[in-house]
């Protein structure tokens, strides 16, 4: 029986753990407070207050983020598709809006639901989009340990050695700035090494949400490597601050410049 140490300092039996992780309200719950993330790496580099609250009260969702739910969903795991709630309204301040949302929980305008299924359209009508689909697995869990912590991470299309992760932009020439921007490269490190593949074999299928144009990036070793830095630093401050540490003391925490 496998173990695993997890960020409750116990160790707990690996198959069980990996056996829940295809459950949402699991993987985004309880393993949140068990395991690190390319997110909460993220958060940790930007600041580890950031990090504290939304981990504490939760965060709110960025339309982007909205968006690429229903696109992954679409794309990935169509016969999810009937789970989503739509609304048939002009805004989400309106009446009916908010009602659906207390009986449901999450529900998506009709205009999201259409944006969505335009974008899915030209990425399945794309053949060089469809090859990086070929023979594989999609939103595959894996829980490991990377630099002596435990992470999770869920890769969008996994095949025999490589990973394609499918992500929506509004400005796809500007792609590379914004994948630098949003920490792309720690999930790169993250992921080449808790399912063990090449960075040469790490692609991000790019599609942009106004024009629909498709683009399909490599990964360089200096984006890898920088994501490696980040992963490092996350790390750093996360054992600063919060391991072992029932209460972070965070009130002296400062972040220092010359200008």
């Known amino acids: 029986n496998m173990k695993i140490k997890l960020l409750d300092d116990k160790q707990h039996d690996y198959c069980k753990i990996k056996s829940k992780m295809y459950d949402d309200e699991f993987y985004y719950g ?11 790496i993220k958060l940790l580099v930007d600041s580890p ?5 939304i981990n504490k009260y939760g965060q709110s969702e960025s339309q982007g983020l909205r968006d690429g739910t229903l696109l992954h969903t679409l794309i990935l795991e169509p016969d999810k598709w009937d789970q989503f709630h739509f609304v048939d ?4 301040n309106t009446k009916a809006y908010k009602e659906a949302k207390a009986e449901f929980g999450t529900v998506y305008t009709k205009k ?17 989009a469809l090859q990086q689909m070929t023979d594989c697995e999609f939103e595959v ?12 991470g869920k890769a969008d299309i996994l095949g025999k050695d490589r990973i394609c992760d499918i992500k929506t932009t509004s400005d796809i020439k500007a792609f590379p700035y914004s994948a630098r921007k949003y920490g792309y490269d720690v999930q790169v490190y993250l992921y080449c090494n808790l399912f063990n593949i090449d960075y040469k074999n790490f692609k991000f299928l790019v599609v942009d949400k106004g024009s629909l144009d498709i683009g399909i990036w490599d990964v360089s070793e200096d984006f890898y490597l920088k994501g490696k830095q980040k992963v490092e630093l996350g790390i750093e401050t996360y054992k600063e601050y919060f391991y072992k540490q029932p209460e972070p003391e965070l009130n002296n ?7």
């Open 30 to 40: 309880e393993l949140n407070q068990l395991a690190l993330s390319s997110s909460s």
């Open 49 to 53: 207050k950031k990090y504290y609250f």
């Open 89 to 92: 309204v002009a805004s989400k």
């Open 112 to 128: 999201e639901k259409s944006d969505a299924e335009r974008v899915a359209d030209a990425v399945l009508k794309n053949e060089y």
């Open 141 to 152: 869990p894996v829980l490991g340990e990377v630099l002596g912590m435990p992470f999770r």
């Open 253 to 259: 925490y400062i972040i220092k410049g010359t200008l």
